[in-house]
């Protein structure tokens, strides 16, 4: 079968033949339809992440989308952060376990660019982050993460939504989707800018850490929520011990990583069905798998026209 296959950590992956996958007890092969190339495949790939190096040469791919007979599946594997190959092929082992079936409606490859950016965005808005109807909300960052939380959250019932990104590409996403104000975060006392916007803000859903959360913190309310889920600006933040104490705010982490496979497929599902009713979409590029070096270069240097989607079954 075809495949895109990583051989040097740190390069992008190059199409490749590779044997198909054996079928192992308590697994399925999955024929692939849609493979993301995400932030986390990027990580993985570049032999620096939590998870440590990957064995070369691997098939890259946490997640996809596919067929098993005549049913529409949702994937997860754990390619580049532990053995064995992933998505971005023709077929894929699966755990049986793992598969989440999907509406037979759902466009594959909007599901495929949703995927796991969007159950973090649901999760961490709803379960770590406790969003309540009518709360102030602030979203920092509009790609998949972003641009999936402002369209949750207004369907959730968020009372204000305020948008922070560092592009015009990204503030016209952040307006589509349904936020209410957005903030350049090249603006000088960006802090400042916050509490204008966002004044007494209920919770901050943080996938950039650095600087632009440490600004937003300041706009939270008394007892405020803030949960990180990324460190797109930053691995570290200067925020003070001040803006912390001083009105005893909540910071907490999320990764999908810790979530019950039951909790997965509920967050997959209730993504499914919004997706499937054309009620929460993200900005994607689909692209056959020969192409999958330029896709990997463009997702990985921010100038793919949103999440780049791999269709492994499209000559
Ligand atoms: N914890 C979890 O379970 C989980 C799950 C999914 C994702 N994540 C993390 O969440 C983050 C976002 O994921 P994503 O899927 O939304 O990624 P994405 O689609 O690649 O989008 C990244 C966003 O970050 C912005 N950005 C990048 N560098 C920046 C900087 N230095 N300053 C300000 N903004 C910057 C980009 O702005 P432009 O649009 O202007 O380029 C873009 O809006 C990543 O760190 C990812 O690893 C975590």
Known sequence: MRAAVISQLGRPPEP?????????ADHVVVDVLAAPITPLDLLCAGGTSYFGAPATPYVPG?????????RTVWFPTSAGMAAGDGSMAEKALVR???????????????????????????????????LEQGECLIVLGCGAVGQAAIQLARIAGAGRVVAATRSGRSRERA??????AVIDLATDDLAAQFREAAPDADLLLDPLFGPPAAA????????GRWVNLGSSAGETCPVTSATLRSRS???????????SPQQRAEAISTVAHLAAHGRLS???EVVPLAEVADAW???????????????????
């Open 216 to 223: 937003a913190a300041e706009a939270l309310r008394p007892g």
């Open 62 to 70: 946490v997640q996809g989308i596919g067929t098993v007979g005549e």
């Open 96 to 130: 049986q376990e793992d598969l989440v079936f999907l509406p037979d409606d759902v466009p594959p490859y909007a599901m495929g660019a949703l995927g796991l950016s969007a159950v973090a965005a649901h999760m961490a808005l709803t379960w770590r982050g406790e």
């Open 16 to 24: 490749a033949d590779r044997t198909e996958p054996a079928v192992l």
């Open 249 to 259: 705010l909540r910071l907490s982490g999320y990764t999908n990583n810790e979530l």
């Open 175 to 180: 307006l589509r989707a349904g936020a209410d």
């Open 282 to 284: 993200v900005d994607h």
């Open 297 to 315: 270069q463009r997702q990985s240097g921010g100038t793919s026209h949103g999440r780049m989607v791999l269709a492994p079954a499209r000559s």
